[in-house]
């Protein structure tokens, strides 16, 4: 079965610019989580969702970040206009309600410059 | 609130021997979950282990085994006979039963095998 699916792996932009990251969640997950990871802050949740409603966005840094979940297979997590501030990792991960594990996807390195 | 604490920033070890990653936690809560990531030089996180905590039966899996005990709310993490492929950055974490399903990671243990 395919895993958590990321893309972009790597984007590059300028400071101002609109940035949308995209995850396609294990499909029969329920739950859909991004996370963001600096050094000096680690890892931290965003937002997560729950049968594509937000349950939780506390952890949404500023007005500038935005998340949406249309359906099952797709959630996006967007950010305009992008600071150099906002580099990092971003994370999807999804999860299966009575599991509790979270999977990964392999990350969207983000470089404003 | 919950809170994870991992207080080894870095280890390096020479392979084959045994290395310990602890982790404390901190909750409220009765029932939770406890997990173990890995998080190698290729950056994806990889899940490890989950752990419910009305179950302190310690674990084996290969070369990994795990350590839970609520009365020192620690949950370590042992690698036995480490190899180069171990290096990585290991996270601990956290989460309630019932209700969200957050996970509260600790800041990670970068574990350094060297051949």
């Known amino acids: 079965d395919a895993g958590v699916i990321q893309s972009p792996r790597h984007e590059v932009t300028e400071m101002g610019q609109e940035v949308t990251l995209r995850c396609k969640p294990i499909?029969?997950?329920?739950?859909l989580f991004w996370y963001r990871q600096t050094m000096m802050r680690g890892l931290e949740l965003l937002i997560y969702?729950?049968?594509?409603?937000?349950?939780?966005d506390s952890g949404m840094p500023e007005d500038r970040f935005s998340a949406k979940m249309p359906n099952a297979s797709f959630s996006t997590l967007k950010i305009q206009p992008s600071e150099p501030r906002d580099s990092a990792v971003y994370f999807c991960?999804?999860?299966?309600?009575?599991?509790?594990?979270?999977?990964f996807g392999p990350g969207t390195r983000l470089t404003v410059t | 609130a919950q809170k994870v604490t991992q207080a080894q920033t870095e280890i390096s070890v020479v392979e084959k021997e045994d290395v310990t990653l602890d982790c404390v936690y901190e909750?409220?809560?009765?029932?939770?979950?406890l997990f173990w990531y890995k998080q190698p030089p290729s950056g994806e996180l990889v899940f490890l282990i989950r752990?419910?905590?009305?179950?302190?039966q310690n674990e084996i899996s290969g070369r990994y085994s795990w350590n839970f005990q609520k009365s020192t709310s620690s949950f370590n993490f042992t690698i036995t006979a480490s190899q180069v492929v171990d290096s990585a950055v290991y996270f601990c974490?956290?989460?309630?039963?019932?209700?969200?399903?957050?996970?509260?990671f600790g800041q990670g243990t970068r574990l350094t095998i060297n051949p």
């Open positions: 991960a999804s999860s299966f309600r009575g599991h509790h594990e979270q999977y």
């Open positions: 499909s029969g997950h329920d739950y």
């Open positions: 969702f729950n049968n594509n409603v937000p349950i939780d």
């Open positions: 909750t409220r809560d009765t029932t939770y979950y």
């Open positions: 752990r419910n905590s009305f179950d302190e």
């Open positions: 974490a956290l989460s309630e039963a019932q209700g969200a399903q957050k996970l509260v």
